[in-house]
């Protein structure tokens, strides 16, 4: 079955630390694969997407990803994170790139000062 | 600039009441989506719609109807309303080789 899995519910780092969130997909085959992010009471806004190419894929405010696909991971990255990245972040992947998204569970990111 | 709006944001049922949530797109997708968000849980696929007109189950579908009018309303239906329907329910639009555009969300909650 498809599933998308992140396996940090919650994580907290110090303003200017690196980030890594984890995610990991199982698809038959190579899904196109996205990293939401949803601030407080809003809705998702999309960081990344990757569907080809270059592994690492740059997103909005500084966020990058790396695909490995023998690992099956699309893991999150930040150099130095910021309080204002304090935010929920989902991955996702679609088998066409447009339809049926699964999403992972979430990772709550706190950045304390 | 990319819009989906969903209607009411806030809204407090009955067991056993029907409720209507309306999400209305201005992006001229043919994709819609509702999802519900809970604790634990992350995103889960309702309905979604390939066009007016269409309908199909997503992950959890039983309890839930949806409608799809028109390309830029989608609505989904909730005929007996339980408690455990209480969630966060987004709406979300998008077209082939385009990003997913979402709502801001409707917080329910069945008393």
């Known amino acids: 079955a498809q599933s998308v899995t992140q396996p940090d519910a919650r994580v907290t780092v110090s303003e200017g630390a690196s980030l890594q969130l984890r995610c990991k997909y199982s698809y038959s085959g190579t899904p196109y694969l996205f990293w939401y992010v949803q601030y407080q009471r809003q809705g998702l806004q999309l960081l990344l997407k990757?569907?080809?190419?270059?592994?690492v894929v740059q997103g909005v405010n500084g966020f990058e990803a790396e695909f490995s696909k023998s690992d099956s991971s699309f893991h999150l990255r930040k150099a130095s994170v910021h309080w204002s990245d304090s935010a929920v972040y989902f991955c996702a992947a679609s088998i066409t790139g447009y339809q049926n998204f699964y999403f992972g569970k979430g990772t709550s990111l706190t950045v304390i000062p | 600039e990319a819009a989906v709006t969903q209607s009411p944001r806030n809204k407090v049922a009955v067991t056993g009441g029907k409720v209507t949530l309306s999400c209305n797109q201005t992006?001229?997708?043919?994709?819609m989506y509702w999802y519900r968000q809970d604790t634990g849980h992350g995103l889960r696929l309702i309905h979604y719609s390939y066009g007016a007109g269409s309908t199909e189950k997503g992950d959890i579908p039983d309890g839930y109807k949806a409608s799809r009018p028109s390309q830029e309303n989608f609505s989904l239906i909730l005929e007996l309303a339980t408690p455990s329907q209480t969630s966060v329910y987004f709406c979300?639009?998008?077209?082939?080789?385009?990003?997913?555009?979402f709502g801001k969300g409707t917080r329910l909650t069945v008393v």
């Open positions: 979300a639009s998008g077209g082939i080789n385009t990003e997913v555009f």
């Open positions: 992006n001229n997708h043919n994709n």
């Open positions: 990757y569907y080809s190419g270059d592994p």
